[in-house]
């Protein structure tokens, strides 16, 4: 899925003006508290979860919800405006970008960032799934411990 975005040290976003268009399409519709959600995540370098993002919007809209925010983070999630990471052991997090990529993922905070890396494909190449079995996607994560957590 190619769209088009704006390249911001290295980061892609989509402006606010991308999101109303990707609402407009899917029949969602911007609201001051579903802009404040996506201008949140797109001034962030790590992936929050829903908690943060709440912690954080609500210095802006004092009066939204938890409940609030996580219905338009899936609003936007449904509309592709955002992308969701979960995992079987943690919070799902909030991803401004939609595109294939990879991450770095702190094992004692549990926060995610972007990782810059050339797509893995020669590394790939060498990675043979067991007989029969159809790859349809992959993650690719490096697993550690982010300055703070090394203290
Ligand atoms: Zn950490
Ligand atoms: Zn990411």
Redesign the pocket.
């Known amino acids: 899925m190619k769209r088009t975005v704006q390249e911001s040290g290295g980061k892609r976003k989509a402006g606010l003006e991308e999101l109303r268009r990707r609402l407009d399409e899917r029949g969602g519709h911007m609201t001051r508290q579903r802009a404040a959600v996506y201008d949140y995540l797109s001034g962030v370098e790590h992936h929050p979860t829903a908690e943060e993002v709440f912690l954080n919007v609500k210095r802006r809209i004092p009066k939204i919800s938890l409940a609030t925010v996580y219905k338009n983070l899936e609003a936007l999630v449904a509309c592709e405006a955002i992308s969701k990471l979960t995992y079987g052991d943690g919070s799902a997090r909030y991803d401004i970008r939609t595109d294939h990529h990879y991450h770095t993922r702190?094992l004692?905070?549990g926060?995610m960032w972007d990782l810059e890396a050339a797509r893995g494909k020669s590394a790939l190449e060498q990675i043979k799934p067991q007989p029969g079995f159809a790859v349809s996607d992959f993650r690719l994560e490096l697993l550690g411990?982010?300055e703070?957590?090394r203290g």
């Open positions: 702190c004692g905070c926060r411990h982010c703070d957590c």
